[in-house]
C-alpha cells in the first residue's frame, strides 16, 4: 500500500516574529490564505487518498495540525515530544507504517515548500511509487531542475538513466550548498539538480538500511513502534542527525543492492525558508516592494513588508531598500535582506535578553 508521510517539525525561527513558539511557521497562512502544511496535503492527498496520509511534527502542535487537516485520521498525527532532525522524522512513522503494513511504500514530503504545477509534482510523485514498486531495495529521492544557480540548496550530481524510465537516474553524489561560481558551474553543466529532501522506499527497505547504518536510531523508533508509549522514554535518546548524512549518502556511495535513484521535477520550487523567499510568493507594487496589511511606500524598493497587527496600524516607509519590517502585535523586526540568515541568533538574543514570551 501506498503512503504518504508530512514532516512538519522546526520551529521556523527564520520568519521570527510570524513564527512563534506555538505556532511554527508551517502552520502560519502565508500563502493562498492557507497554511504551508494544508498546501502541501493538498498537493499529495489526490495520490493516496487521506486514509493515507501521515503528519509527523512536534507534539505541541498536534490540536493545531488537527484542525488545519479534519480529513486525516487523529491517529495519524504523530507528536514527536523533542524535534531530533530529519533522520528520526522520517524513520519513526516508517517504522509504525512497516508495522501496520509490511509491504508498505512510503513517500516523505515536507511542509515548507511551495510548487507549481502541483500536477506535475503528483504525476513525478506516481512516478517515484512506479520505481520502487519495479525495484523494492532502491531508496528514490526528487531532483528539481534548477533555473538559477542557487547557493541556498543542496545538490545531486545524476548519473547514468535508468531503464524503462524516462526522468530517473542514479545519483553519482550529494553536493552540500555551493559558493556562487560552484552554483553556475552547476547549472551550466545540466548534471546537477536541487536536492528537494523528499523521498520514496519500501518501508522494510529503509528500516534494513536504518539498522546497519544507524542502528541506535533504528532500535529506538522500532521500540517506539512497537510500544508507542514508550516514546517519551526513547526519543529523547535518539541521535541529532540528517536522512541525508545518515542514510542517503552513504547508500549513494556504497554501491550495494540499495541504491539512490533520483526522479527531476521540472517545476518552480520554492523553499520557504526566509523572508526573500516568503517575499517571492507575495504580491509585488511596480518597486519590486512585497508585503501584506496597511502599507505605504515612498522611494522605497525591493521591500518586504509584513503587518499583522490587525488593529489599523499602519507601516510607512521612505527610501528602504532591500529590507524586511515585520510588525506583529507584540514584535516590531526591521532587517536588511541580505542578514536574514542572522534571525535565528537573534531569537536567542531576545530569549536572553527579552524572555520567553517574545519567542
Not at 39 to 52: L, S
Not at 118 to 137: C, G, H, I, K, Q
Not at 228 to 243: H, M, T, Y
Request: glycine share 8%; charged share 25%; proline share 7%.
Amino acid at each position: 500500500m501506498r503512503h504518504v508521510v508530512i514532516v512538519a517539525g522546526g520551529s521556523g525561527t527564520r520568519l521570527w516574529p510570524l513564527s512563534r513558539k506555538g505556532m511554527p511557521k508551517q502552520l502560519l497562512h502565508l500563502v493562498e490564505d492557507k497554511s504551508l502544511l494544508r498546501i502541501a496535503y493538498e498537493r499529495v492527498a489526490p495520490v493516496v487518498g487521506a486514509d493515507h496520509v501521515w503528519v509527523c511534527t512536534g507534539r505541541s502542535y498536534r490540536d493545531v495540525v488537527e484542525a488545519e487537516l479534519p480529513e486525516i485520521d487523529p491517529s495519524h498525527i504523530l507528536g514527536e515530544p523533542v524535534g531530533r532532525d530529519s533522520l528520526n522524522a522520517m524513520a519513526w512513522p516508517t517504522a509504525v507504517l512497516d508495522r501496520l503494513d509490511p509491504e508498505a511504500t512510503v513517500a516523505v514530503v515536507t511542509a515548507d515548500q511551495i510548487m507549481r504545477p502541483d500536477d506535475t509534482f503528483r504525476e513525478r510523485l506516481d512516478v517515484a511509487f512506479e520505481v520502487v514498486d519495479a525495484e523494492p531495495e532502491a531508496l528514490v529521492t526528487f531532483g528539481v531542475v534548477p533555473t538559477t544557480p542557487h547557493t541556498g540548496y543542496g545538490y545531486l550530481h545524476r548519473g547514468e538513466p535508468v531503464p524503462g524510465f524516462a526522468e530517473v537516474t542514479t545519483v553519482r553524489e550529494f553536493r552540500e550548498k555551493p559558493d556562487r561560481a560552484t552554483a553556475e558551474r552547476y547549472l551550466a553543466s545540466g548534471e546537477y539538480w536541487w536536492n528537494s529532501g523528499m523521498f520514496v522506499w519500501r518501508a522494510a527497505t529503509f528500516l534494513a538500511q536504518l539498522r546497519v547504518l544507524a542502528p541506535e536510531s533504528y532500535n529506538i523508533v522500532a521500540a517506539i513502534a512497537e510500544d508507542p508509549g514508550r516514546v517519551d522514554e526513547l526519543f529523547l535518546q535518539a541521535p541529532k542527525i540528517s536522512v541525508d548524512y545518515a542514510i542517503m549518502e552513504p547508500v549513494s556511495r556504497a554501491g550495494g543492492p540499495s541504491r539512490v535513484l533520483v526522479v527531476s521535477l521540472p517545476i518552480q520550487w520554492y523553499d520557504i525558508g526566509g523572508f526573500p523567499a516568503l517575499a517571492d510568493q507575495l504580491p509585488h507594487d511596480a518597486e519590486g516592494n512585497a508585503g501584506e496589511g496597511p502599507v505605504v511606500h515612498l522611494d522605497s524598493r525591493d521591500t518586504l513588508v509584513i503587518n499583522r497587527t490587525g488593529d489599523g496600524h499602519l507601516v510607512a516607509t521612505v527610501g528602504l531598500s532591500d529590507m524586511v519590517v515585520v510588525r506583529t502585535a507584540d514584535v516590531t523586526l526591521v532587517c536588511p535582506k541580505g542578514d536574514t540568515e542572522r534571525i535565528k541568533s537573534l531569537v536567542a538574543a531576545v530569549r536572553e535578553e527579552a524572555g520567553e514570551s517574545f519567542v
